[in-house]
């Protein structure tokens, strides 16, 4: 998925094409024949385009694995040039179906809701119809896949029932096969350890565990898979780990990524590309871009569905489940947009957020722009000062008037890092420098992953530094400093503390 400008979400045809394959894939299984429009029947040449290329591609896998092999065998580059030719070929036909009905038609327009991007064969959308989408997706792929049923059912007469269809819509690629693959590989190794607690795993007494866990995500990749103590494994159920977790453990996660890259390249590569969206794998540079978007993975997760956040021994409180905003006609900056802001709860002691044609002129002299809410060091794309001009764009807040100032911006704590001074929910004044002005100030850490020019992860701390080190020090003692190399990061900041509103 990629995130161009103009406000809108580029997703690649072939990743639906590819979801919509394995819909098809035990239907056109089935013993029983289930038509799929109106007036198929089986052998006939009015049947939907992809049913004979599929069809032959399941009778080369019915001996082989069935959906399950042929998964794990796509994912691997494994597949026969037969079974290539096969797939490519429904795949085209899956594309061209796609953009040319339901991207065309939804709406009951011409493109009016998506659109299709031949150059680069994606389907575009508006980014604030994507964001309802992931918030919404679950229950959307309930009622589709009931629809679809629904609709099978009518278009056999009733000689095809719905929950025969809904059985074969729900099945998946097996749990266990693509997770063997993974087992394989850390059976083999003469050490390991409990990927979160560091335990030292003897002989064949370890548990591969789902980091994102499957019932959330019903993800088998590789950068998913980790060697864990049985009971370890057991505490953390289907809880998803804690921020500080993730990062005390980044060094064993990444360790683990590189074997299993190493032993199963092309199927952890392919799978790896899936999660880092837009970036590419790099053979010398991906540790650090997919750890980055690891992680920004489990915090949307954790605020979108208020799953509990668990640490070895602890369980800490579910996050609170990201709530929609209204709908207004307030435009809010896109991915790739340097703005970027999530919904949180609201407070109702917190200041009023206002849209650009509310503030009467205010902007910069009675009202300043609200960023978003920074937690210690959870996910959030940078900005630029150049951003704060785009004043349509954004949200306002009243501050007093001796804090607002041009080159100046809102954003509200969401972390306890800076606790006793910074709260949770404080909203607070900074004013934007690439640089700190003085030792030990409160500043929104700057810290990509990839050196200055590529976009990170920011956090509110302290700022000092030596000779070769950039130090970033929490006021709350449970978070440990940290150091980053003053030959990764140039400019270490993105704004320094002026004040609270």
């Known amino acids: 998925m990629t995130a161009p400008s103009e406000g809108k979400v580029k997703i ?19 013993e029983m024949f289930i038509c799929q429009r109106t007036g198929e029947v089986r052998g006939a040449a009015n049947g939907v385009a992809i049913r004979r290329p599929l069809e032959a591609l399941i009778e080369i896998f019915r001996a082989a694995g069935g959906m399950s092999g042929f998964h794990t065998a796509l994912f691997s580059g494994k597949l026969t040039s037969d079974a290539e030719v096969l797939w490519q070929t429904a795949r085209a036909k899956v594309q061209q179906t796609i953009w040319n009905m339901p991207v065309r038609h939804a709406g009951g327009g011409d493109f009016d809701v998506f659109q299709y991007d031949r150059k680069d064969k994606s389907v575009c959308m508006d980014a604030n119809l994507w964001r309802e989408l992931c918030l919404t997706g679950s229950w959307i792929q309930d009622a589709t896949v009931l629809r679809w049923a629904e609709l099978t059912e009518q278009l056999s007469k009733g000689a095809v029932k719905a929950s025969q269809v809904i059985d074969c819509l729900l099945a998946i690629p097996d749990p266990a096969r693509n997770v063997n693959d993974a087992r394989g590989y850390f059976s083999k190794l003469t050490e390991r350890v409990c990927v979160w607690s560091e335990k030292p795993l003897g002989s064949d007494r370890f548990d591969v565990d789902h980091a994102m866990p499957f019932s959330l995500w019903r993800n088998n990749d590789l950068w ?37 890259e190493g032993a199963l390249g092309e199927r952890f590569r392919r799978e790896a590309q899936t999660l880092l969206g837009r970036d590419p794998f790099e053979p010398n540079n991906w540790e650090g871009r997919l750890f980055s978007r690891f992680v920004e993975a489990f915090e949307i997760t954790a605020a979108q569905r208020g799953a509990p956040r668990w640490e070895t021994g602890i369980i800490a409180e579910a996050a609170p489940v990201l709530i929609r905003p209204t ?43 609200f960023v978003g809410s920074f937690a210690a060091g959870s996910p959030f794309h940078g900005f630029l000062a150049d951003s ?10 009243v501050v007093p008037p001796h804090l607002a100032k041009p080159r100046r911006f809102v954003v509200r704590v969401a972390g306890d890092s800076m606790a006793p001074i910074l709260q949770i929910g404080d909203f607070v004044v900074f004013e934007y420098h690439r640089n700190p002005r ?12 990839f050196g200055s020019a590529s976009p990170g992860t920011e956090a509110i701390k302290r700022i000092t530094q030596d000779a070769d080190y950039w130090i970033y020090v929490s006021d709350n003692p449970d978070y440990s400093p940290f150091r980053v190399s003053k030959s990764v990061i140039e400019h270490p900041i993105l704004g320094t503390m002026v004040g609270k509103v």
């Open 12 to 30: 690649p045809v072939q990743s639906i094409a590819d979801k919509w394959m394995l819909y098809y894939w035990p239907i056109f299984e089935s």
């Open 224 to 260: 998913n898979l980790f060697p864990t103590a049985p009971g370890i494994n057991s505490e953390k159920s289907d809880k998803l780990p804690t921020y500080r977790l993730l990062n005390q453990r980044r060094d064993t996660i990444i360790g683990c990524w590189r074997g299993l």
């Open 327 to 369: 709908p207004s006609s307030i435009r809010y900056a896109e991915e790739d947009v340097p703005l970027t802001r999530f919904a949180l709860p609201t407070d109702p002691a917190s200041p009023i957020i206002y849209g650009y044609s509310e503030i009467a002129g205010g902007a910069f002299k009675t009202h300043l722009p």
């Open 388 to 397: 704060l001009d785009s004043r349509e764009d954004l949200d306002w807040v």
């Open 438 to 449: 003085r030792d030990n100030e409160i500043v929104i850490a700057n810290l990509p992953e």
